[in-house]
Nanobody
Framework: QVQLVESGGGSVQAGGSLRLSCAAS????????MGWFRQAPGKEREGVAR???????IYADSVKGRFTISQDNAKTTLYLQLNSLKPEDTGTYYC?????????????????WGQGTQVTVSS
């Protein structure tokens, strides 16, 4: 079991930046693949970025070059740096982990989720 708690959301103007954090507790060694997802009002949840145990990271096309995912050395905190924010980045951002597998080649089958943090970008 891994517990995930996000923080760092807020309201910014377009072009601004935010840094989201996700504190992980419990059996964090089982979370070899972690990621950030987001859900805008009226839309399905989508994968934004993921990182594997070796630090290799992948981004959705919509955020490449603007967002950066990272972890602390102890792998107990996951970060998402959001730069050059756009109104279409507005949504609830969730931290997630895929437990019980080192597979990290897609945004599917993540099975542990945080409660989410709201990001609002105004034009």
């Amino acid at each position: 079991q891994v517990q995930l708690v996000e923080s760092g959301g807020g309201s910014v103007q377009a072009g601004g930046s935010l840094r989201l954090s996700c504190a992980a507790s419990g059996d964090t060694t089982s979370a070899a693949c972690m990621g950030w997802f987001r859900q805008a009002p009226g839309k399905e949840r989508e994968g934004v970025a993921r990182i594997n145990k070796n630090g290799f990271h992948i981004y959705a096309d919509s955020v490449k070059g603007r967002f950066t995912i990272s972890q602390d050395n102890a792998k107990t905190t996951l970060y998402l740096q959001l730069n050059s924010l756009k109104p279409e980045d507005t949504g609830t951002y969730y931290c997630a982990a895929r437990l019980g597998s080192e597979y990290c080649y897609d945004f599917l089958r993540f099975n542990s989720w945080g409660q989410g943090t709201q990001v609002t970008v105004s034009s």
